[in-house]
Nanobody, 122 residues
Framework: QVQLVESGGGLVQTGGSLRLSCAAS????????MGWFRQGPENEREFVTT????????AYADSVKGRFTVSRDNAKATMYLQMNSLKPEDTAVYYC???????????????WGQGTQVTVSS
């Protein structure tokens, strides 16, 4: 089990940027594939992006491709999500999660953070 804590959310105007962080409690952070998911006020929780254990492979939802960039620093046990060109439809609670497999499937992720709110104003 790994504890995950997201931070960096906030209110931003359309076209703006935010950088989210996900800090992990584990000393074996590199054992985990990591992912970001989000849940908007009118939507089910959905996949945003995932990154493999050492950062060599990433995957993105089509809706964020080209605008969001996921990265990780295993020495700091932290994953990041750089969000650029934000749109109102990006408004959601963003959750980080850890999995033993590289997957876009929410069901494959065993541990979840509490979420951080991102609001993009129009």
């Amino acid at each position: 089990q790994v504890q995950l804590v997201e931070s960096g959310g906030g209110l931003v105007q359309t076209g703006g940027s935010l950088r989210l962080s996900c800090a992990a409690s584990t000393r074996t952070f590199s054992n985990y594939n990591m992912g970001w998911f989000r849940q908007g006020p009118e939507n089910e929780r959905e996949f945003v992006t995932t990154i493999s254990r050492f950062g060599g492979t990433t995957a993105y939802a089509d809706s964020v491709k080209g605008r969001f960039t996921v990265s990780r620093d295993n020495a700091k046990a932290t994953m990041y999500l750089q969000m650029n060109s934000l749109k109102p439809e990006d408004t959601a609670v963003y959750y980080c999660a850890a999995a033993t497999v590289f997957s876009r499937d929410m069901g494959k992720y065993e541990d979840w953070g509490q979420g951080t709110q991102v609001t993009v104003s129009s």
